[in-house]
């Protein structure tokens, strides 16, 4: 389908190169090396990273944001690498996550993938303990993603049964990981939250 | 490295999915008689979740300061937690203004620079070096490995310290405790999947079978890594994989320390490596 000019938003790019980590989008000359050495590219052949960062340069502010391959980049840093023009792409992509996860919180964009839940629920943790729970992790994020307590605890069981009980088997999940693991100062990791967000 | 002695940090998974890891990095420097100063009330790095780099910067500036006071450099045996360590360390290094904002949010973000993170790899290879290792070493580790790098030791170029598409550190390693390395270069930096783990398990899964049919494929008795979280994907979730994809692999997985650690003669359950999910034993009845 042609670009409609008249719905692109010129500031998008500026928006996205004001993010932190989004600065050298501007850089790219659409060589495609992201993509070509893409490990999701692989497996899913219609993410294309190059496409995105075209996408947001040309103002295509909506159908960029909407875009559900947005959250499958693994940040595995492989495109960031290979870039010759130094756009840190990993990076301009979490920028524009981001910008998608604050239009999420106005009510203006709806997210599909699960993601943005899971990060806030692996942060959540942080915030209270200083340190990963991972029990605390599956309890606030499986009831999120499926809508409701017992369909979360559900989806965890299926997803972590057979698992935990590997790793109690082998003690990896003896007392040490039952129970958060909390730091002294707490508060001095509650305050970086307070002031930065998540 | 200051004498002989690091500031540790752990890193969230030794408390459980990884304490097989820690266990073994613990050991493997007390017998090359480096003291390990765990980081003092150390904080989780931000992991990969952790997306603004200011917050990642902030979290990582609290740890960074902590182990700076002491005057060491900081070790860890994670690769996620070695990126996010570094990366804070050196954009803090080069921006006064960072480390003012840093300082406003909470004076324990004072960090001024003063300190390096490593990876163990880097320690091993770079600090300690080979030819001492070699003169610690009184076991050969008779087998055959696939040297699996995964993401945050080649890249990205701010904090790599090995070559992004062919790296070689472990290889050394593995050479030296009389292993053979198997031809792997291909596979040895793909990503394990472990990201998309918990939202798409589905890719997630496809990834790390990648790895592990790779590495069987090459003929390897296990795989050698340094990551907790690849740990968690090619060990711990392996059985899991083998039933979601209908697949049969039983790819034993150790961490390089562990291996390393068998070499200097440190016995296999103070290394946890009955921990491991694919059974180990077999290859340490190959430790002669």
Known sequence: MPIKTWELDPNFRNEIMNEPGGEHLASCFQCSTCTLGCPITEIVPSYNPRKIIQMSLLGMREEVLSNPDLWICLICQTCTARCPQDVVVSDVLGAIRRIAEKEEEEGKLKIESPRPLFDKAFLHQLEKYGRLYDIGLAKEYYPKKEGSFIKGMRAMMKDYKDFGMRMFKKGKMGPKAILPEKIKRTGEVKKIFEKIGD | ???????????????????????????????????????????????????????????????????????????????????????????????????????????????????????????????????????????????????????????????????????????????????????????????????????????AFEMAKKVLEAAKRAGADCIALACPLCGMMLDAKQPDIEKALNIEIGMPVIYITQLLGLALGIDSKKLGLDKAAVDTKEIVGKVV
């Open chain 2, 1 to 203: 490295m200051n004498g002989r002695k690091l500031a540790y940090y752990p890193g969230c998974p030794s408390a459980g999915t990884a304490m097989d890891q820690d266990m073994s990095t613990r050991a493997v420097f007390e017998k090359l008689g480096i003291e390990l100063a765990e980081v003092e009330d150390w904080n989780c790095c931000g992991a990969a979740e952790a997306e603004n780099p200011i917050l990642v910067y902030a979290l990582n500036a609290r740890t960074l300061a902590i182990a700076e006071k002491e005057g060491l450099d900081i070790v860890t045996p994670c690769s996620i937690c070695y990126y996010n360590l570094e990366r804070s360390n050196i954009a803090l290094k080069e921006d006064e203004g960072l480390r003012a904002k840093m300082k406003e949010i909470d004076s324990s973000l004072d960090y001024r620079g003063g300190i390096k993170a490593r990876h163990i790899l880097d320690v091993f290879i770079n600090e300690i070096g080979i030819d001492e290792l070699k003169s610690k070493i009184v076991k050969k580790v008779n087998i055959k490995v696939a040297p699996y790098y995964g993401c945050y030791i080649g890249r990205p170029p701010t904090t790599a310290f090995d070559d992004p598409d062919d790296p070689i550190l472990m290889d050394q390693l593995i050479e030296l405790i009389g292993g053979e390395c198997v031809d792997f270069s291909y596979m040895k930096t793909k990503c394990c999947g472990g990201p998309l783990m918990m939202t798409r398990a589905d890719i």
